[in-house]
């Protein structure tokens, strides 16, 4: 099956990171688990610091796709800028 495409996909929240870093707006969820003091996904699995590495990984594992983790406050206009989101997509091809 040469057009079978093997890749994962997670949800934002478990493993973007970076909270409140570059810009990003706040996610309800982050409201929401500060105001009640519960566990939260500040830091998760930092994919916001270290998608070069976890997309290299992915690549070395066999991976041919992946559904980005990055919600719509992580891919806000401010967040980090234009040329971080082009170094995501320039890093996954």
């Excluded at 707006?25 to 916001?48: C, P, R, T």
């Amino acid at each position: 099956m040469k057009e079978f495409l093997w890749g994962g996909a997670t949800a934002s929240y478990q493993c973007e990171g970076g909270w409140n870093e570059g810009g990003r707006a706040e996610s309800m969820w982050d409201k929401y688990l500060h105001e009640e003091n519960l566990e939260n996904g500040d830091v998760a699995s930092d994919h916001y610091h270290r998608f070069k590495e976890d997309i290299k990984m992915m690549k070395e594992g066999g991976h041919t796709s992946s559904a980005s983790p990055w919600h719509g406050p992580g891919l806000s206009r401010t967040w980090k800028g234009k040329s971080t989101r082009r170094e995501l997509i320039s890093t996954m091809r």
